[in-house]
């Protein structure tokens, strides 16, 4: 979040998918590597959390209220696990371990996406 905030809340919006694009195959990867030592979705792995927040923030902005609101709705979304989320931490390796944050990040934008429509306006 805070890397965000000061770092690609403040690129264009162009710089912030290719940022994303570039993390989820390393994040892939990684959380390949490390469940092969740690277990499946282990506590240490994180890089899939950082993927799905920063999924999230794309329509955060730069501003701290939603990009607060953003951790917060992420977060519930990651736990809470609507379908298709928790199925889809069945997909083998780094896969299970990092496309459920990312749905969880695309379910977070939508909802911080309505909510900057109709209470910001």
Not at 18 to 41: F, M, N, Q, Y
Not at 65 to 74: D, N, S, T, Y
Not at 93 to 110: E, K, N, Q, R, T
Request: charged content about 15%; aromatic content about 14%.
């Amino acid at each position: 979040m805070v890397v965000w905030f000061f770092g690609l809340g403040k690129v264009d919006f162009t710089w912030q998918i290719t940022a994303i694009c570039i993390l989820l195959p390393i994040a892939i990867w990684s959380a390949t590597v490390a469940e092969k030592r740690l277990g499946h979705d282990a506590h240490p792995i994180v890089i899939d959390e950082v993927v799905g927040q920063w999924i999230t923030l794309l329509v955060a902005g730069n501003q701290l209220l939603w990009v607060a609101a953003g951790f917060v709705v992420f977060r519930v979304f990651d736990v809470w696990k609507p379908f298709p989320v928790k199925q889809s931490q069945k997909f083998p390796g780094g896969y299970g371990i990092v496309i459920d944050d990312v749905l969880a990040g695309a379910y977070s934008v939508a909802i911080i996406w309505l909510g900057r429509e109709y209470i910001h306006g």
